[in-house]
C-alpha cells in the first residue's frame, strides 16, 4: 500500500480527519457492493479505482497539475467537460454523497438545505477532499437556489467560475446558454493562457462522445432479464466516470461490456433468477451514496435502469461531431447539454416522457423516485412523475431521504412492500 500522506499535507488535507474518512470507506464499500454475489470479473478495476479513490488519481491529478496543466472541479451534469478537456484539462466532478462536517456546514447555510450541499461544503470545509483542494477553478451553475448560495460561499475559498443555466428552452434561452458555452470557452482560455483550437475541441468532442458510447452500451446491456449486472455495480461505474481518466474509463467500461455480452450468451446473470425490475429516478447519488440502491437490491429486486445525473442523464445523447467549424462545434455542444431534462427546468415534460420511455424499453415493474430532503425541484417535481405512473398503471413509491442511515428501517420496510406488491402482481 502506498503511503499518501505527504501528498495530502501538501494539498492543505487535515490528515487526522481525512484518514478518519479513510476508515469509513472500506467497510461502507465491503458492505453494499463487495458483498454482492456473482460480479462480473470485469469490476475488479472499478474495485481498484475506487480503493485508491484519494490515492493513486489524485497523483495523476498533481502529476498533471505540475506538467503546467489544469484541474477543473463540477457540480452539475450541465458543465460541459468537453472544454475543459480541450483546455488540455482534467474535470473531476465534486459532488459529495456522504455526510461530513455537518455542524461546522451548518454555521454558513441553513440546516435545512439538501444533503448533497451541505456535504460538499462539509468536504471543503473540513479540508478532507484531495479532489476540490487540487482544483484549480471551480465551475457552479445557476440550476437549484441552495446550489447559486453556495457558490457564492465556495467564491470566497477558491475561484469559481459561474454558468448561468436558463430554466426554460426557448428560443433566447438557447442563445443565452450557447453564449454562455462560449463564455466557458474563453474563461478557459484565459485561465490557461492559451487559445483553444477547432482541433482540440473535436478532439474532445470524440473522447467524451467514446465515454458516453460505452456507457451507454454498459446501460444497453442492463435490459438483460435475469440481469448480467447489478444495478449498484452500475451505478458504482457512472460515479466513477465523473473522476476517472476518460480514455482509459472507456476502454474498461467496454471490455466489462464484452464479458457481459458473453455471460449473456452463456446464460450467466447475478443472482441467476428473474426479479423485479425497479427503475430509480430524481436526485443524484454522489459517491459513496449507495444507500438506497443497496436496500433495493438486497430486497430482492434489481435496479435495471437509473434516470438519475448518476446515471442516464449524464451520457444520454452525444454532441454531434459533424460540425463546419468550431462556432458549428461549440452550438453542438450546446444543444447536446441543452437536452438533458432536470427538475430545475420548466415545463420539463420531457423528463417525464423519458421516464415513460425507459419504463417500456427496460421493461421496469415498478418506479422509485428518490428526493434528497429540501431538494425543491425533484421533490415537486416527483407529483408529476407520480400522476403519469398512475395513469400508464406503473407501481411507484416516492422516497425522500439524506444521507443518514437513520431512515434505513423506515426505508426498507417501504421498498420490501413495493417489490412483494410487484412480486404477487407478475405471480397472478
Ligand atoms: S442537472 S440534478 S447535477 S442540478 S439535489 S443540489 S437540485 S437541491 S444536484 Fe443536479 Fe445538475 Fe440538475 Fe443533475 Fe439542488 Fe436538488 Fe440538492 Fe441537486
Not at 266 to 275: F, K, P, T, Y
Not at 306 to 314: L, S
Not at 359 to 378: G, M, N, R, T
Request: hydrophobic share 40%.
Amino acid at each position: 500500500m502506498t503511503d499518501y500522506h505527504d501528498m495530502w499535507k501538501e494539498l492543505g488535507i487535515d490528515l487526522d480527519a481525512h484518514d478518519g474518512l479513510l476508515e469509513v470507506l472500506p467497510p461502507m464499500y465491503e458492505e453494499n457492493i463487495l458483498s454482492q454475489e456473482g460480479r462480473p470479473g470485469g469490476m475488479e478495476y472499478f474495485d481498484f479505482v475506487f480503493s485508491e479513490v484519494h490515492g493513486l488519481r489524485i497523483k495523476e491529478l498533481v502529476e498533471h497539475r505540475e506538467a503546467g496543466a489544469v484541474v477543473v472541479g463540477t457540480f452539475c451534469t450541465y458543465v460541459p467537460e468537453e472544454l475543459i478537456i480541450a483546455a488540455g484539462g482534467i474535470c473531476v466532478g465534486l459532488c459529495a454523497g456522504a455526510q461530513v462536517a455537518a455542524e461546522e456546514a451548518e454555521k454558513y447555510l441553513p440546516r435545512n438545505i439538501c444533503a448533497l450541499i451541505k456535504s460538499s461544503l462539509g468536504f471543503k470545509l473540513a479540508k478532507v477532499c484531495p479532489y476540490i483542494e487540487s482544483c484549480d477553478l471551480l465551475v457552479g451553475e445557476t440550476t437549484c437556489d441552495g446550489k447559486k448560495k453556495y457558490f457564492e460561499m465556495l467564491g470566497e475559498l477558491q475561484p469559481v467560475h459561474i454558468m448561468e443555466v436558463p430554466q426554460m428552452k426557448l428560443e433566447h434561452d438557447r442563445d443565452l446558454w450557447r453564449k454562455e458555452i462560449r463564455r466557458m470557452l474563453e474563461r478557459m482560455e484565459e485561465m490557461t493562457g492559451k487559445k483553444i483550437g477547432e482541433k482540440q475541441i473535436r478532439d474532445a468532442i470524440r473522447l467524451v462522445n467514446e465515454k458516453r458510447k460505452a456507457l451507454l452500451r454498459l446501460e444497453e446491456l442492463r435490459k438483460s432479464d435475469p440481469p448480467v449486472i447489478s444495478g449498484r455495480d452500475a451505478l458504482l461505474i457512472d460515479q466513477i466516470a465523473f473522476y476517472d481518466d476518460p480514455a482509459r474509463l472507456t476502454e474498461k467500461i467496454n471490455a466489462l461490456c464484452d464479458e457481459l455480452e458473453e455471460r449473456k450468451k452463456a446464460g450467466v446473470s447475478i443472482g441467476g433468477a428473474h426479479r423485479p425490475r425497479i427503475l430509480l429516478s430524481g436526485c443524484p447519488m454522489a459517491l459513496p451514496n449507495w444507500k438506497v440502491a443497496t436496500l433495493i437490491e438486497t430486497s430482492g429486486a434489481v435496479v435495471a435502469m437509473d434516470e438519475m445525473c448518476t446515471g442516464i442523464r449524464y451520457f444520454d445523447n452525444l454532441v454531434e461531431e459533424d460540425a463546419a467549424d468550431t462556432e458549428a462545434l461549440l452550438d453542438n455542444i450546446a444543444d447536446r447539454y441543452l437536452n438533458i431534462h432536470c427538475a430545475i427546468f420548466t415545463p420539463n415534460r420531457e423528463r417525464i416522457e423519458h421516464i415513460k420511455q425507459l419504463v417500456e424499453d427496460y421493461d421496469i415493474d415498478a418506479v422509485v423516485h428518490y428526493s434528497l430532503q429540501f431538494c425543491d425541484p425533484y421533490t415537486v417535481e416527483a407529483f408529476s412523475v407520480q400522476r403519469e405512473m398512475e395513469k400508464e398503471g406503473v407501481p411507484f413509491l416516492y422516497l425522500e431521504t439524506d444521507y443518514s442511515s437513520e431512515d434505513t428501517g423506515q426505508l426498507t420496510t417501504r421498498i420490501q412492500a413495493l417489490i412483494e406488491m410487484v412480486g404477487c402482481a407478475e405471480k397472478a
